[in-house]
């Protein structure tokens, strides 16, 4: 199974995620990261949100599979849709 990246930015500042998550597919890395953000902030691990905190999910080969933004109002919308 691949390895995934969940990378935290916010223009100024990088957390890079050296550990990774092994999991089965990039739709499946995506789920994680959601899931993964909501576990940081409500263990407090987290910046304040809204202050332009990104999720990068990047591969094994560290090509960028997509950006998440941490505001938690739209991991919300991201987790109704």
Do not use: Y
């Not at 199974?1 to 597919?25: A, K, Q, Y």
């Not at 576990?39 to 094994?60: F, H, K, N, Q, S």
């Amino acid at each position: 199974m691949p390895r995934f990246f969940f990378h935290l930015e916010n223009g100024r500042e990088s957390i890079r995620d050296d550990e990774g998550t092994v999991v089965d597919d990039a739709k499946t890395a995506v789920r994680q990261a959601l899931q993964s953000v909501d576990e940081m902030r409500e263990a407090g691990e987290l910046p304040v949100a809204g202050d332009g905190w990104t999720v990068v999910i990047c591969d094994d080969r560290n090509n960028e599979l997509g950006r998440i933004p941490v505001a938690e109002e739209t991991l919300r919308a991201r987790r109704l849709a």
